[in-house]
């Protein structure tokens, strides 16, 4: 014998309309709550937000996962030219957002508009080229990067606890508390 469910019986119309009622338990244990950051991607604005890194580069913090080992920020550059040669321990994804950049050892172009995936142990040369006034991409770094020589002869290195004391010192020097780089954390 089954037990029948007596909502199998309803008219299709007299049903309650469930998918517009928010999910009613606890989330998981240990689930850290989701970063909001409004106008992201207002390029124009947040001047303090954005961190000199050299001449002519800065860059916009919007997450820092210490616990997973990424961030992602918006690198803007403001001068044509070598930025730099460096090797990726993980994935890289960026999105181009203003101007053109591109490698030496590869033949694409990233335009605006553009969306490239860097796989781990790849070594290249970002450039942006002259007449370019201003690139700005967005990048989802996992793992460090190791600025090398056109050699491979290992110069710096570069991570999510690197560039987020980077931008905790930044930021306290702006006058900015703690809780601005706290909130984009996890």
């Known amino acids: 014998m089954t037990i029948l469910d007596a ?4 008219a ?16 998981p244990f240990g689930c850290m709550p989701e970063i909001i950051i409004k106008g992201a991607l207002d390029l ?13 580069i800065d860059f916009r913090p919007l997450l820092f996962s210490v616990s997973q080992g990424y ?7 403001r001068r044509a030219g070598v930025l730099s040669r460096h090797r990726h321990a993980g994935t890289v994804h960026a999105w181009t957002l203003r101007g053109t950049w591109h490698y030496l050892e590869h033949p694409w172009v990233a335009e605006a508009g553009d969306y490239v995936c860097e796989p781990p142990g790849e070594v290249h ?14 990048f989802h770094v996992s793992g460090g990067y190791t600025y090398v020589d056109p050699f491979g002869t290992p110069l710096a290195y570069e991570d999510v606890f690197t560039k987020l004391e980077h931008a905790r ?8 508390g703690p809780e601005v ?3 984009l954390m996890r």
């Open 7 to 10: 909502e199998q019986f309803r």
């Open 12 to 27: 299709p119309e007299t049903k309650p309309d469930r998918s517009k009622i928010p999910y009613q338990l606890a989330q």
């Open 44 to 56: 124009d604005g947040h001047p303090d937000e954005w961190i000199p890194q050299a001449e002519g």
């Open 71 to 77: 961030f992602v920020n918006l690198l803007r550059v």
């Open 125 to 138: 040369t970002l450039v942006v080229p002259e007449g370019v006034e201003e690139m700005i991409t967005l």
């Open 169 to 176: 010192r930044h930021y306290a020097q702006k006058g900015f």
């Open 181 to 183: 780089i706290e909130r």
